[in-house]
């Protein structure tokens, strides 16, 4: 294939956020707010119950778009328990994400107030998510961080 047509192809097939169904869907009568890592501290520092989710560009994963579908769902399903729901921006979702060890994308972050109660990360059925984060928004404590340390080896000499 000429290069010429599969540059035309990949601009044809470029998902515009600001058109897609979906997407206005998400932002207009869902009511998500786009989230930059500027506001990040504002929005978890917000009282209440607060859904964050996270996700790639769906210019290079599809997946985003189920995610895109299934979030507004999500928050309908809690009857209004969710204060505040919000998507980050693709490109720094991922760097945001990080800061929870949040690495599977996408990711459905359940807040109260600053802390993190949990995450259900990746594509799940719909009865998991639901199962998932029932729990998740029942708990009390925030999430348990934990941080694997790999000791060091015992080396035969040292030139420290």
């Known amino acids: 294939m000429p290069k010429a047509f599969n ?24 009511g998500f707010q786009w989230l930059t890592s500027q506001e990040l501290e504002n929005f978890i520092s917000q009282d ?15 997946t985003t778009l189920d995610i895109a579908v299934i979030a507004p769902e999500l928050k309908k399903a809690f009857n209004g328990a969710l204060t505040v729901t919000a998507w980050a ?34 594509l799940k059925p719909w009865d998991e998510y639901c199962s998932l984060l029932s729990e998740i928004v029942i708990r009390n ?20």
């Open 48 to 62: 209440g119950l607060k859904m964050l989710v996270f996700a790639d560009d769906p210019n290079e994963r599809k």
């Open 7 to 30: 540059a035309v192809t990949a601009q044809i097939n470029q998902l515009d956020m600001a058109s897609h169904p979906v997407f206005k869907r998400l932002f207009g009568e869902a």
């Open 141 to 160: 404590k925030p999430v348990v961080r934990t941080i694997a340390i790999m000791p060091v080896e015992k080396q035969d000499s040292c030139d420290c």
């Open 89 to 122: 921006d693709f490109k720094e979702s991922r760097s945001m994400a990080a800061r929870w060890g949040l690495r599977s994308m996408p990711v459905v972050a359940i807040f109260r107030n600053k802390d993190l109660l949990g995450a259900v990360q990746g």
